[in-house]
């Protein structure tokens, strides 16, 4: 069993059955009985067996940050 945890997808938050485990060249994925969607082909990120998500979002003030690093390094 997974847990569904990308925010976009159908069924975040559904617990899902495994039905098969796959190794694809972006990484591993899971073949999932998706209930009404049918089966679904999951990656491991969009799972609770994924990476944790980050603990905070870039903000305005980072990407500036960011932006202007860029710019020097370019320079």
């Known amino acids: 069993m997974l847990v569904v945890t990308h925010p976009f997808h159908p069924l975040v938050g559904e617990e899902l059955e495994v039905l098969l485990e796959r ?3 972006t990484g591993p994925h899971f073949v999932c009985g998706g209930g009404p969607l049918g ?12 990476e944790p998500p980050w603990p905070a979002r870039l903000t305005v003030e980072v990407l500036v940050e960011l932006a202007a690093l860029v710019t020097a390094v370019r320079c």
């Open 23 to 25: 190794r694809l060249s």
């Open 39 to 50: 089966t679904v082909m999951l990656p491991a990120a969009w799972t609770d067996r994924g």
